[in-house]
């Protein structure tokens, strides 16, 4: 069974401190990860991908990728309320042509 | 641009009928993917289609009808549905299997 976990959280973090959210997948034939951001009642929307291990950031955000502990997380620097959401990792392995979600984080930022 | 539209925003139905679901790219994406989610959960993959073939039905009832007319259209065709399948529907597109998806902002399906 491949697998994608997540902490369902909620996380609390005061406004301008560093978000950390975490997921870890259970195959190791995964190529491709992503996360989402999805408010309360709308689709989700990209916010990273990342395929090679080690950072890679955008603006406020930074994607963590190690595959040999199969693990990838998303760091959001400067907390800001708007960063308030559900946040799904998802997992692709090659050839497979579907996502793997994980069950999302609830983050709150608190004012 | 990485827009993704959907038709329409909200749709109540009888159990009886028969209505469909647009999804719309002009990204120049051949992969197309319609997503059943249920509130708190994650979505769940229902088709995939590449290069306007049907590359993976999820063992959905035949109740839901698939169709992709053209690279930038995906229909899904609805019909006799039950309650349960009360729901938002995401489409989603991505340049070719297995690259990033971009959703649509969904349909809200109500079966009444």
């Known amino acids: 069974q491949k697998e994608v976990e997540q902490n369902s959280g909620p996380l609390s973090v005061p406004e301008g401190a560093i978000a950390s959210l975490n997921c870890t997948y259970s195959d190791r034939g995964s190529q491709s990860f992503f996360w989402y951001r999805q408010y309360s009642g709308k689709s989700p929307e990209l916010i990273m991908f990342?395929?090679?291990?080690g950072d890679k950031e955008d603006g406020r955000f930074t994607a963590q990728l190690n595959k040999a502990s199969q693990y990838v997380s998303l760091l959001i620097r400067d907390s800001q309320p708007s960063d308030s959401a559900t946040y799904l990792c998802a997992v692709n392995a090659q050839g497979a042509q579907k996502l793997v979600f994980g069950q999302g984080t609830r983050l709150t930022i608190n004012p | 641009d990485t827009e993704v539209t959907q038709t329409p925003k909200h749709l109540v139905m009888g159990m009886t009928n028969k209505k469909s679901l647009k999804c719309e790219q002009h990204m120049g994406h051949r992969a197309m993917y319609w997503y059943k989610q249920k509130a708190k959960k994650p979505p769940e993959l229902m088709f995939v289609?590449?290069?306007?073939?049907?590359?993976i039905n999820e063992s959905v009832p035949s109740r839901f009808s698939p169709e992709c007319p053209n690279s930038s259209l995906l229909n899904l065709h609805l019909h006799a549905l039950q309650p349960e399948d009360s729901a938002l529907y995401l489409c989603?597109?991505?340049?070719?299997?297995?690259?990033?998806?971009?959703f649509g902002p969904g349909t809200r399906l109500t079966v009444t």
């Open positions: 289609y590449s290069y306007e073939k049907l590359s």
């Open positions: 990342i395929y090679s291990n």
């Open positions: 989603a597109s991505s340049p070719v299997a297995d690259y990033e998806q971009y």
